[in-house]
T-cell receptor, first 115, second 114 residues
Framework: ETGVTQTPRHLVMGMTNKKSLKCEQHLGHNAMYWYKQSAKKPLELMFVYNFKEQTENNSVPSRFSPECPNSSHLFLHLHTLQPEDSALYLC??????????????FGNGTRLTVT | QQQVKQSPQSLIVQKGGIPIINCAYENTAFDYFPWYQQFPGKGPALLIAIRPDVSEKKEGRFTISFNKSAKQFSLHIMDSQPGDSATYFCAAGPYNNAGNMLTFGGGTRLMVKP
């Protein structure tokens, strides 16, 4: 059982829909991340939160909107997506930014298909 | 953006073989090199990691070899088993801030045939 839980596991949405991805970590970590995993591409870091504060936004389009209400929960709000946004979206957590030897713990991802 | 180049993209070996996956990095400031293993339908999980103060690290059947001067590191899987079939990702970053500054390689899909 992973310490990082993502829901839903699969999501199909039209380009005009609004949906949200949810992530919850049970590891007592203070940093949470959203990654995008596309076929034949390296993992792409999208957003980073440390102690609920956003510390990184890697030039992600505004149709992706993250929310981190507390250190255990992370959301990714989606609206007016494009078909090329179809991918596996992974949530991860770690002990905290600047912490030594703090590996990433990933959830099992949400497989998103935009039609 | 600093890149981590991983090869090969895919690899097929027979059971008992020793698959080798190679990675090369650019940033000489990187001092933390983890490998992640990902099974279908699962997220990546940390497999083994090395720091540049050693040239080799073993954990069970998995070994990382590190060449600091060449800025290369590789993963060897001894006595590979069908259960090792997965996608493997190398990564590189700073040890004191690895969480948000890891750069990942493109992944290697390994298949171990019975």
């Amino acid at each position: 059982e992973t310490g990082v839980t993502q829901t839903p596991r699969h999501l199909v949405m039209g380009m005009t829909n609004k949906k949200s991805l949810k992530c919850e970590q049970h590891l007592g970590h203070n940093a949470m991340y959203w990654y995008k995993q596309s076929a034949k591409k390296p993992l792409e870091l999208m957003f980073v939160y440390n102690f609920k504060e956003q510390t990184e936004n890697n030039s992600v389009p505004s149709r992706f909107s993250p929310e981190c209400p507390n250190s255990s929960h992370l959301f990714l709000h989606l609206h007016t997506l494009q078909p090329e946004d179809s991918a596996l979206y992974l949530c991860a957590s770690s002990q905290g930014i600047g912490t030594r030897n703090s590996p990433l713990h990933f959830g099992n991802g949400t497989r998103l298909t935009v039609t | 953006q600093q890149q981590v180049k991983q090869s090969p993209q895919s690899l097929i070996v027979q059971k008992g073989g020793i698959p080798i996956i190679n990675c090369a990095y650019e940033n000489t400031a990187f001092d933390y090199f983890p490998w992640y293993q990902q099974f279908p339908g699962k997220g990546p999980a940390l497999l083994i990691a090395i720091r540049p103060d050693v040239s080799e690290k073993k954990e069970g059947r998995f070994t990382i070899s590190f060449n600091k001067s060449a800025k290369q590191f590789s993963l060897h899987i001894m006595d590979s088993q069908p259960g090792d079939s997965a996608t493997y990702f190398c990564a590189a970053g700073p040890y004191n801030n690895a969480g948000n500054m890891l750069t990942f390689g493109g992944g290697t899909r390994l298949m171990v045939k019975p």
